[in-house]
């Protein structure tokens, strides 16, 4: 048993050891499988909160179909494309990548559409792709691409053949979205800033608001600089070691 494939019925066990606000370990030693398993199945399928064994089924059987139609498979059942990697490995990482980003305040959807960009090696996919890869609505797919866009790690690209857009996600990603953070660094320095001014540097309340300041100005240099040290620096290694992108 605690090899087999997690059934509908094991599902409506997990959602309900969620709701009652059980811990996984325990979830899994009532359904007598590894904690692991029960960790993997509530992380792809919406988490502690959003886990619904329908929607979980629904989205293990697509996930099976999906897998069933794709080249490059042995009698074993898993697949082995010309990369030689192992997809459903590949897809349990996005996964799990997915969960961390929300551990770490990214609204869900948001965490996997990031993922799911991050482990395609062309870092670009279309809103079609992306919808068919989460099992999610396109509405779903608009909104967590227009939060990303505004956090400066996605951006959208146009093919010249047609009309269709591709969301990318290039390599100096984390760059881009310090600087950004930096700049919305700044924007709060300033209005705090104002702030004190107004309330007086005196009192409590404007010196609270000019600590703000302070410290929000001093953090957003930091990052720019750190930033600029570490483009240069990878910029240096680029060019040393021919046939590299700076990255």
Not at 21 to 46: C, F, H, K, M, W
Not at 66 to 88: E, L, N, V
Not at 150 to 175: F, K, S
Request: proline share 4%; with cysteine; net charge positive.
């Amino acid at each position: 048993m605690p090899g087999a494939r997690l059934t509908q019925e094991d599902r409506r066990r997990i959602a309900a050891g969620l709701a009652a606000g059980l811990g996984n370990g325990e979830i899994a030693r009532q359904l007598d499988r590894p904690t692991s398993t029960v960790t993997r199945e509530i992380a792809r399928n919406g988490g502690p909160t959003g886990y619904r064994a329908d929607s979980a089924q629904r989205a293990t059987v697509q996930r099976a179909r999906r897998r069933s139609m794709a080249p490059g498979r042995s009698a074993d059942g898993r697949a082995h494309p010309a990369d030689g990697r192992d997809q459903a490995a590949v897809q349990e990482f996005a996964g799990q990548f997915a969960e961390l980003l929300v551990q770490l305040g990214l609204p869900r959807m948001v965490a996997r559409v990031l993922s799911c960009l991050y482990v395609t090696d062309s870092g670009s996919l279309s809103a079609a792709e992306l919808v068919q890869r989460l099992a999610v609505s396109p509405a779903s797919v608009s909104k967590a691409i227009g939060y990303l866009e505004g956090q400066a790690l996605v951006r959208r690209e146009r093919a010249e053949a047609g009309r269709r857009e591709r969301y990318v996600i290039d390599d100096d990603v984390w760059y881009r979205s310090l600087l950004a953070s930096a700049q919305r660094n700044a924007l709060l320095a300033e209005f705090a800033r104002n702030g004190a001014d107004l309330l007086g540097p005196a009192t409590p309340a404007g010196g609270r608001l000019g600590g703000a300041a302070s410290f929000l100005a001093d953090t957003g240099a930091d990052i720019v600089r750190a930033v600029h040290r570490r483009r240069h620096r990878d910029a240096a290694r680029s060019a040393a070691t021919p046939g590299t992108d700076a990255g």
